[in-house]
């Protein structure tokens, strides 16, 4: 007993103390309902049997009837628009400003970190603020569209089904951006000058030195990046909740959205579980290529 | 061209560059103080002609915002007290050694980091049920935070520990300092600047969570901000002025804090993120 307590306070027990309790944490408040989950989407669940562990087992019975829904892949073709589109705009205007910020002047650190309030406000925020900025008849962007003769008549972004993922996009690509922009930022301004140098003494051209020196040598930012990106894309969730719920009729609905519509608002928990499982597995994936590419950084 | 006129002009390019990505958040200030008939009025005004500056004491009161946000405090001060508890010894852990073992927990906390709260929900609530933990709505919320954002707490502050040089800690061992001693002497107090940036971040996210605090607290009482102006937002609302005004109230001192510590927060985050 008194080498335990003696190892505690001065040696291993020490260490193996301060990493056990949060591990032990971790895993029964995120791996206990990771594997919980799994056990729900092969079950029955309903209001009654909500309080029990062991229900009716029905075997792959709501992974079939998930996908014979018909609102399913349509929700799944969102998810990968709503994925795709927010990280290619997150990350096309975030390396522009990047780029831009990185030519040393007077006060760029301070304005560049500045972006990033958009970043630390609350999403509900951010989706209450869009939500006024897009309103269809009185929102400040159609004006602004308006005025500038891009469009003749209001766009209904919220209410039209052509539209309303797009609305929500919009916001996700301005909230990310920023953080888009200040890792970009810390990855460009780790390539050596003296790159630069020999490339103008050799002749290269602005553009030239950018796809032969800055591109390649951001190769494992923009891997890690994108793969942040995705998993970042799938966790939003606030922006939908207060944008547009996920209507009209579906049109704007994403996978994340959907499964926490179908536990809290139809009370089919079964089903919610089931898709949150196959998103999972696809965040998952994502951040095993994420941990990869950062795989020597981390050891370093 | 001197170079003084080039950084001047870049300059303004970036002032002019920051102004557009900056104004939803100008928008929102400027929505606040319009009355009811300028808020709808075409074209909209960008400069309010006569600033309702009461409008904030009004929402304030009419909303019950007071206990809105103290929610929110409690929430946000409950994950960050029980994070840094068990974060902070499990980085420095994670910080001081090398090998297969600390690659695994490495690898366990990077993927529990990743996992989406909106899927993570269902399983969390039946589970909470179940334990009788919706008891205390506000407890099972933290709780739910904590295990959601440890893993970022972890991996920030573990940024920080390894820059602590380890010879301190070994020097303060040769003196006859017990391995606890070392810790809270030395290694502690050298690490405080990084764990209290990597704290106040995690305040800031859980004083705007929302996807816990909206499943798992039905009482209105016990709800945060967050809760509060989505149900502020009905589908066909035309208060925007007044939400516009709770928005205001509920952002502006994150983004006081922010703004005053921008240089740490932006250096911890980025020191952490990519590593």
């Not at chain 1, 400003?97 to 951010?126: D, E, H, I, K, Y």
């Not at chain 2, 006859?176 to 002497?185: C, D, K, L, T, Y």
Request: include cysteine; hydrophobic fraction near 55%; charged fraction near 10%.
């Amino acid at each position: 007993m008194k080498r335990i307590l003696s190892s505690i306070t001065d040696g291993r027990g020490f260490d193996i103390a301060l990493v056990a309790l949060p591990l032990a944490f971790l895993l029964l408040l995120s791996g206990l309902p990771l594997l919980y989950n799994v056990l729900m989407s092969f079950q029955e669940v309903d209001m009654f049997s909500l309080g029990t562990l062991w229900r009716p087992f029905v075997g792959f019975e709501n992974y079939r009837e998930l996908f014979e829904q018909p609102e399913t892949l349509p929700i799944l073709g969102n998810t990968a628009i709503f994925v795709t589109a927010s990280i290619a705009g997150q990350f096309l205007i975030g390396f522009g400003l990047a780029l831009f910020f990185w030519t040393n002047f007077p006060g760029a650190s301070w304005l560049r970190g500045l972006f990033l309030v958009s970043w630390v406000m609350p999403g509900l925020v951010v989706g209450a603020i869009w939500n006024w900025i897009l309103s269809g008849d009185f929102g400040v962007l159609n004006f602004l569209l308006r005025e500038s003769g891009l469009i003749s008549g209001n766009i209904f972004w919220r209410s039209d089904p052509n539209y309303s993922l797009w609305a929500v996009v919009m916001a996700n690509v301005w909230l990310g951006t920023s953080f888009n922009m200040i890792l970009l930022s810390v990855g460009l301004s780790a390539i050596p000058g003296d790159l630069y140098e020999a490339a103008e003494l050799d002749g290269a051209n602005a553009w030239q030195r950018f796809w032969t020196i800055t591109l390649p040598m951001m190769r494992s930012s923009i891997g890690a990046l994108i793969a942040l990106g995705l998993i970042f894309t799938l966790q939003q969730f606030d922006l939908f909740a207060a944008i547009t719920s996920g209507g009209p009729n579906n049109s704007s609905n994403v996978t994340q959205y959907w499964a926490w519509d179908m536990s809290f608002r139809q009370y089919d928990f079964a089903k919610g579980a089931t898709i949150s499982v196959i998103m999972i597995v696809f965040v998952m994936l994502a951040s095993i290529v994420y941990v990869r590419s950062t795989r020597h950084e981390v050891r370093g | 061209m001197s170079d003084t006129f080039r950084e001047r002009s870049m300059l303004v390019i970036a002032l002019v560059l920051a102004a557009i990505y900056l104004f939803p958040l100008y928008w929102m200030y400027i929505t606040a103080l319009k009355s009811g008939s300028a808020m709808f009025a075409t074209p909209p005004a960008f400069w309010p002609s006569d600033p309702q500056w009461q409008i904030y004491g009004q929402v304030w009161e009419s909303r019950n915002m007071g206990r809105y946000v103290w929610n929110s405090v409690v929430i946000a001060l409950g994950s960050v007290a029980v994070i840094t508890v068990l974060g902070v010894g499990c980085a420095y852990v994670l910080a001081r050694y090398r090998n297969v073992w600390v690659d695994i927990g490495l690898f366990l906390i990077l993927m529990l980091q990743v996992l989406p709260a909106s899927l993570m929900i269902t399983p969390i609530f039946v589970g909470f049920s179940q334990v009788g933990l919706l008891e205390y709505p506000r407890l099972a919320v933290i709780l739910a935070i904590a295990a959601k954002s440890m893993p970022f707490f972890v991996v920030l502050v573990r940024a920080t520990f390894m820059s602590v040089p380890q010879e301190l800690e070994e020097a303060a061992l040769v003196d006859g300092n017990s391995r606890i001693g070392a810790f809270f002497s030395i290694v502690l107090p050298l690490a405080r600047n990084g764990i209290l940036v990597s704290a106040i971040l995690i305040f800031m996210q859980a004083f705007g969570e929302f996807v816990y605090s909206k499943s798992m607290i039905q009482a209105i009482e016990l709800q945060p901000a967050s809760v509060g102006l989505n149900s502020f937002m009905g589908p066909n609302t035309n208060e925007w002025n007044n939400i516009m005004a709770y928005a205001t109230i509920y952002v502006t001192p994150i983004l006081a804090i922010f703004v005053l510590l921008q240089r740490r927060i932006v250096s911890g985050l980025t020191s952490g993120a990519l590593k």
